[in-house]
Protein backbone atom coordinates (compact mmCIF):
# COMPACT_ATOMS: atom_id res chain seq x y z
CA UNK A 1 0.00 0.00 0.00
CA UNK A 2 1.41 3.24 -1.19
CA UNK A 3 1.68 6.32 0.88
CA UNK A 4 -1.16 8.69 0.66
CA UNK A 5 -0.21 12.66 0.76
CA UNK A 6 -1.95 14.46 3.63
CA UNK A 7 -4.73 16.40 2.63
CA UNK A 8 -4.94 20.05 2.83
CA UNK A 9 -6.96 20.38 6.00
CA UNK A 10 -5.20 17.28 7.58
CA UNK A 11 -2.08 19.50 7.61
CA UNK A 12 -3.69 22.83 8.67
CA UNK A 13 -5.25 20.66 11.47
CA UNK A 14 -1.58 18.95 12.63
CA UNK A 15 -0.43 22.78 12.21
CA UNK A 16 -2.77 23.74 14.72
CA UNK A 17 -2.32 20.88 17.27
CA UNK A 18 1.09 20.72 16.91
CA UNK A 19 1.31 25.01 17.22
CA UNK A 20 -1.23 24.30 21.00
CA UNK A 21 1.11 21.53 22.07
CA UNK A 22 4.42 24.37 21.55
CA UNK A 23 2.60 26.88 23.10
CA UNK A 24 1.45 24.47 26.47
CA UNK A 25 5.42 23.66 26.38
CA UNK A 26 6.04 26.64 26.65
CA UNK A 27 4.02 28.30 28.75
CA UNK A 28 4.83 25.23 31.62
CA UNK A 29 8.48 25.83 31.06
CA UNK A 30 8.24 29.45 31.59
CA UNK A 31 6.08 28.75 34.46
CA UNK A 32 7.89 26.20 36.25
CA UNK A 33 11.13 28.48 35.52
CA UNK A 34 9.35 31.46 37.59
CA UNK A 35 8.35 28.93 40.27
CA UNK A 36 11.73 27.91 40.67
CA UNK A 37 13.56 31.45 40.62
CA UNK A 38 11.48 33.26 42.91
CA UNK A 39 11.91 33.06 46.42
CA UNK A 40 8.03 34.28 47.16
CA UNK A 41 5.46 31.11 47.03
CA UNK A 42 3.41 32.33 43.27
CA UNK A 43 0.42 29.83 44.99
CA UNK A 44 -0.07 31.15 48.33
CA UNK A 45 -1.06 29.33 51.11
CA UNK A 46 -4.83 30.80 52.23
CA UNK A 47 -5.23 28.24 55.48
CA UNK A 48 -3.37 27.57 58.17
CA UNK A 49 -3.74 25.22 61.01
CA UNK A 50 -1.91 25.15 64.62
CA UNK A 51 -3.13 22.15 66.93
CA UNK A 52 -3.97 22.18 70.53
CA UNK A 53 -3.22 18.53 72.06
CA UNK A 54 -6.61 18.08 72.27
CA UNK A 55 -6.98 19.64 68.45
CA UNK A 56 -4.23 16.68 67.44
CA UNK A 57 -6.73 13.90 69.06
CA UNK A 58 -9.37 15.39 67.07
CA UNK A 59 -8.06 15.05 64.12
CA UNK A 60 -7.04 11.45 64.53
CA UNK A 61 -10.90 10.60 65.19
CA UNK A 62 -12.04 12.75 62.57
CA UNK A 63 -9.50 10.39 59.95
CA UNK A 64 -10.80 7.04 61.67
CA UNK A 65 -14.64 8.19 61.66
CA UNK A 66 -13.77 8.70 58.11
CA UNK A 67 -14.80 12.02 57.24
CA UNK A 68 -12.75 12.45 54.79
CA UNK A 69 -14.23 10.40 52.43
CA UNK A 70 -17.03 13.30 52.10
CA UNK A 71 -14.55 16.16 52.95
CA UNK A 72 -10.99 18.23 52.25
CA UNK A 73 -9.43 19.25 55.12
CA UNK A 74 -5.73 19.54 55.79
CA UNK A 75 -5.30 19.33 52.03
CA UNK A 76 -6.13 15.47 51.98
CA UNK A 77 -9.60 13.94 51.46
CA UNK A 78 -12.58 14.34 48.74
CA UNK A 79 -14.40 17.29 47.69
CA UNK A 80 -18.34 15.42 47.46
CA UNK A 81 -19.29 17.06 50.81
CA UNK A 82 -17.80 21.14 51.60
CA UNK A 83 -13.83 21.86 52.00
CA UNK A 84 -13.64 21.96 55.99
CA UNK A 85 -10.60 24.02 55.53
CA UNK A 86 -10.54 27.63 56.89
CA UNK A 87 -13.93 26.50 58.57
CA UNK A 88 -12.65 28.10 61.79
CA UNK A 89 -12.43 31.06 60.30
CA UNK A 90 -16.26 30.99 59.31
CA UNK A 91 -17.71 29.17 62.23
CA UNK A 92 -17.80 29.41 65.88
CA UNK A 93 -16.46 25.95 67.90
CA UNK A 94 -20.28 25.61 69.29
CA UNK A 95 -21.29 26.33 66.00
CA UNK A 96 -19.31 23.45 64.89
CA UNK A 97 -20.65 20.78 67.55
CA UNK A 98 -24.18 21.81 67.68
CA UNK A 99 -24.13 21.05 64.28
CA UNK A 100 -22.59 17.55 64.06
CA UNK A 101 -25.56 16.93 66.32
CA UNK A 102 -28.29 18.32 65.31
CA UNK A 103 -27.13 19.06 61.56
CA UNK A 104 -31.09 19.85 60.20
CA UNK A 105 -31.61 22.37 63.21
CA UNK A 106 -28.68 24.60 62.62
CA UNK A 107 -29.04 24.77 59.29
CA UNK A 108 -32.69 25.52 59.34
CA UNK A 109 -32.99 23.51 55.93
CA UNK A 110 -32.77 20.29 54.41
CA UNK A 111 -29.79 18.42 54.49
CA UNK A 112 -28.18 16.31 52.06
CA UNK A 113 -25.74 13.65 53.95
CA UNK A 114 -26.08 14.69 57.87
CA UNK A 115 -29.26 14.10 59.66
CA UNK A 116 -31.25 11.18 60.39
CA UNK A 117 -30.80 7.87 58.79
CA UNK A 118 -30.79 6.61 55.58
CA UNK A 119 -28.75 9.99 55.43
CA UNK A 120 -25.20 8.70 54.78
CA UNK A 121 -23.51 10.89 57.02
CA UNK A 122 -26.40 9.69 59.74
CA UNK A 123 -23.76 8.03 61.59
CA UNK A 124 -21.71 11.36 62.80
CA UNK A 125 -24.32 12.09 65.19
CA UNK A 126 -24.42 8.93 66.71
CA UNK A 127 -20.72 9.19 67.65
CA UNK A 128 -19.71 9.15 71.28
CA UNK A 129 -20.21 12.98 72.81
CA UNK A 130 -16.55 13.26 73.71
CA UNK A 131 -15.20 12.28 70.27
CA UNK A 132 -17.65 15.04 68.90
CA UNK A 133 -16.48 17.44 70.95
CA UNK A 134 -13.06 16.83 70.31
CA UNK A 135 -13.34 16.97 66.64
CA UNK A 136 -15.14 20.02 66.68
CA UNK A 137 -12.01 21.67 68.22
CA UNK A 138 -9.95 20.18 65.45
CA UNK A 139 -12.06 21.67 62.67
CA UNK A 140 -12.41 24.75 64.64
CA UNK A 141 -8.53 25.31 64.51
CA UNK A 142 -8.93 25.26 60.50
CA UNK A 143 -8.09 28.45 59.88
CA UNK A 144 -8.41 30.86 56.78
CA UNK A 145 -6.75 34.43 56.21
CA UNK A 146 -9.30 37.45 55.93
CA UNK A 147 -10.47 37.42 52.53
CA UNK A 148 -9.56 34.15 51.38
CA UNK A 149 -12.04 32.31 49.88
CA UNK A 150 -12.99 30.63 53.01
CA UNK A 151 -13.07 33.02 55.41
CA UNK A 152 -15.85 35.37 56.74
CA UNK A 153 -14.09 38.07 56.68
CA UNK A 154 -13.32 40.20 53.89
CA UNK A 155 -9.54 41.61 53.39
CA UNK A 156 -7.90 43.78 55.87
CA UNK A 157 -8.04 47.88 54.78
CA UNK A 158 -10.53 49.14 51.67
CA UNK A 159 -10.34 46.78 48.92
CA UNK A 160 -11.01 48.73 45.28
CA UNK A 161 -11.74 45.73 43.51
CA UNK A 162 -14.60 44.69 46.08
CA UNK A 163 -15.12 48.52 46.22
CA UNK A 164 -15.96 48.51 42.16
CA UNK A 165 -18.15 45.43 42.64
CA UNK A 166 -20.17 46.81 44.82
CA UNK A 167 -20.96 49.74 42.87
CA UNK A 168 -21.62 47.98 39.87
CA UNK A 169 -23.57 45.33 40.69
CA UNK A 170 -24.90 45.76 44.22
CA UNK A 171 -28.92 46.80 43.69
CA UNK A 172 -29.69 50.16 45.45
CA UNK A 173 -32.16 48.88 47.86
CA UNK A 174 -29.25 46.47 48.98
CA UNK A 175 -27.78 49.28 50.42
CA UNK A 176 -30.76 49.89 53.22
CA UNK A 177 -31.31 46.26 53.47
CA UNK A 178 -27.72 45.00 54.50
CA UNK A 179 -24.83 46.27 56.65
CA UNK A 180 -21.39 46.54 54.61
CA UNK A 181 -19.40 43.93 57.08
CA UNK A 182 -16.44 45.89 56.36
CA UNK A 183 -17.92 48.71 58.66
CA UNK A 184 -17.80 46.42 62.01
CA UNK A 185 -14.81 44.25 61.07
CA UNK A 186 -12.35 45.46 63.89
CA UNK A 187 -9.38 47.51 62.50
CA UNK A 188 -6.68 44.52 63.66
CA UNK A 189 -6.50 42.08 61.08
CA UNK A 190 -5.95 39.53 64.21
CA UNK A 191 -9.24 39.97 65.64
CA UNK A 192 -10.67 39.20 62.41
CA UNK A 193 -11.70 35.59 62.61
CA UNK A 194 -14.70 33.80 63.64
CA UNK A 195 -17.17 36.91 64.58
CA UNK A 196 -20.13 35.28 64.52
C1 LIG B 1 -21.53 10.93 53.09
C2 LIG B 1 -20.77 12.18 53.00
C3 LIG B 1 -20.34 12.86 54.29
C4 LIG B 1 -19.70 12.31 55.38
C5 LIG B 1 -19.26 10.88 55.59
C6 LIG B 1 -19.48 13.40 56.29
N1 LIG B 1 -19.97 14.58 55.78
FE1 LIG B 1 -19.95 16.40 56.67
N2 LIG B 1 -21.05 17.21 55.17
C7 LIG B 1 -21.46 16.52 54.04
C8 LIG B 1 -22.36 17.39 53.28
C9 LIG B 1 -23.02 17.04 51.95
C10 LIG B 1 -22.48 18.59 54.00
C11 LIG B 1 -23.40 19.78 53.73
C12 LIG B 1 -24.60 19.62 54.65
C13 LIG B 1 -25.54 18.50 54.20
O1 LIG B 1 -26.25 18.71 53.22
O2 LIG B 1 -25.54 17.40 54.81
C14 LIG B 1 -21.62 18.46 55.18
C15 LIG B 1 -21.44 19.44 56.13
C16 LIG B 1 -20.56 19.37 57.18
C17 LIG B 1 -20.24 20.44 58.10
C18 LIG B 1 -20.82 21.85 58.03
C19 LIG B 1 -19.95 22.69 57.14
C20 LIG B 1 -20.49 24.09 56.98
O3 LIG B 1 -19.68 25.02 57.10
O4 LIG B 1 -21.68 24.27 56.68
C21 LIG B 1 -19.35 19.96 59.02
C22 LIG B 1 -18.73 20.71 60.17
C23 LIG B 1 -19.12 18.57 58.68
N3 LIG B 1 -19.86 18.24 57.57
C24 LIG B 1 -18.29 17.72 59.40
C25 LIG B 1 -18.20 16.35 59.19
C26 LIG B 1 -17.48 15.44 60.06
C27 LIG B 1 -16.70 15.85 61.30
C28 LIG B 1 -17.65 14.17 59.55
C29 LIG B 1 -17.12 12.86 60.11
C30 LIG B 1 -17.41 12.54 61.49
C31 LIG B 1 -18.45 14.31 58.33
N4 LIG B 1 -18.77 15.64 58.17
C32 LIG B 1 -18.82 13.25 57.51
C33 LIG B 1 -21.12 15.22 53.70
C34 LIG B 1 -20.53 14.30 54.56
Redesign the pocket.
Known amino acids: MGKQPLKKGEKVLFMMFGLFLLVVMIGYAALETIRIRSDKPIFVQRTHFDFSPEGKKGSEL ?1 RT ?3 N ?3 RAVRSGTS ?3 S ?1 DG ?1 GS ?2 TLEW ?1 QS ?2 IH ?1 EDI ?1 GA ?6 TRP ?3 A ?2 AD ?1 PKEN ?1 RL ?2 IF ?1 SELRADPGSSVAKAPPPGRSPFIDTMIGNFAPDNWKEKYQDIREKMPSDPAQQDAHE
Open positions: YAQCTCHMGLLIKRIFLPYPTIDHGKEAYVLLISL
